[in-house]
């Protein structure tokens, strides 16, 4: 298992600036960034045939010459997330408000699946090959997990140190519209990162699933191969 880097998870604290005068105590901003994966996990309950049922994103490396049989594949997905909680502070003298990006926490999850067709989980051999192939995917995603939770935390880091973390004194009246502009920043920066990490996942998953990659795992059991027609 990869452990997730402990250093990803992270929590940057700013000291917001706003107008002294009308707001004196602001109080300092995080950002939390939280890489985390759960429990690798398999099923092999289901039959080969079953499992030709699945719409796989990976490009078939067999070309229109060849058939490919889907014999395992890694389940689960990068779940991005996040929450926004603006802190703020009224000023009788000045009918206004002081706001300020009180805890930005992102979440970055992943809750992989390794599911393998039960007649080659039966074979010990074609059991442990397909396991190693399948923990690769496994890995990109942990990887990328904690590639990211650093990227992202810099990234919205310097977009909010360019447009400051706190807003005042604004009047009252538009106190509201306010927040909803500062939210609205974090989650376009946010939003724009996690496209990106979802692409450049898709791209290196994809990587995996080489020609020569499903050629080695077929190599390593010669022994199965006499029983394919058997099976497939």
Same mark, same amino acid.
């Given at each position: 298992?990869?452990?997730?880097?402990?250093?990803?998870?992270?929590?940057?604290?700013?000291?917001?600036?706003?107008?002294?005068?009308?707001?004196?105590?602001?109080?300092?901003?995080?950002?939390?960034?939280?890489?985390?994966?759960?429990?690798?996990?398999?099923?092999?309950?289901?039959?080969?045939?079953?499992?030709?049922?699945?719409?796989?994103?990976?490009?078939?490396?067999?070309?229109?010459?060849?058939?490919?049989?889907?014999?395992?594949?890694?389940?689960?997905?990068?779940?991005?997330?996040?929450?926004?909680?603006?802190?703020?502070?009224?000023?009788?003298?000045?009918?206004?408000?002081?706001?300020?990006?009180?805890?930005?926490?992102?979440?970055?999850?992943?809750?992989?699946?390794?599911?393998?067709?039960?007649?080659?989980?039966?074979?010990?051999?074609?059991?442990? #090959?397909?396991?190693?192939?399948?923990?690769?995917?496994?890995?990109?995603?942990?990887?990328?997990?904690?590639?990211? #939770?650093?990227?992202?935390?810099?990234?919205?880091?310097?977009?909010?140190?360019?447009?400051?973390?706190?807003?005042?004194?604004?009047?009252?009246?538009?106190?509201?519209?306010?927040?909803?502009?500062?939210?609205?920043?974090?989650?376009?920066?946010?939003?724009?990162?996690?496209?990106?990490?979802?692409?450049?996942?898709?791209?290196?998953?994809?990587?995996?699933?080489?020609?020569?990659?499903?050629?080695?795992?077929?190599?390593?059991?010669?022994?199965?191969?006499?029983?394919?027609?058997?099976?497939?």
């Amino acid at each position: 298992m990869l452990p997730l880097d402990p250093l990803t998870a992270s929590t940057l604290l700013i000291l917001a600036a706003a107008e002294p005068a009308a707001c004196p105590a602001i109080p300092q901003s995080k950002l939390n960034i939280v890489p985390s994966t759960a429990e690798l996990k398999f099923d092999t309950d289901q039959t080969l045939a079953e499992l030709q049922n699945y719409s796989m994103d990976t490009v078939d490396p067999y070309g229109f010459h060849g058939m490919s049989v889907t014999q395992a594949f890694m389940k689960g997905s990068i779940v991005p997330g996040y929450r926004i909680k603006i802190g703020h502070m009224y000023s009788e003298k000045y009918n206004a408000y002081c706001l300020w990006y009180e805890d930005i926490t992102v979440n970055i999850d992943i809750d992989p699946t390794i599911v393998i067709a039960k007649e080659l989980y039966a074979d010990s051999c074609m059991r442990k #090959a397909i396991i190693g192939h399948e923990s690769k995917h496994v890995k990109v995603d942990r990887v990328i997990v904690n590639e990211y #939770a650093k990227t992202i935390g810099q990234k919205l880091y310097d977009e909010l140190s360019a447009r400051g973390f706190s807003a005042g004194p604004v009047p009252a009246e538009y106190a509201e519209d306010t927040i909803k502009r500062m939210q609205r920043v974090v989650s376009q920066v946010l939003d724009h990162e996690f496209k990106k990490m979802e692409l450049d996942r898709m791209d290196r998953q994809r990587a995996v699933d080489s020609l020569e990659e499903y050629n080695s795992v077929d190599a390593k059991c010669p022994l199965f191969e006499r029983q394919k027609s058997k099976i497939y």
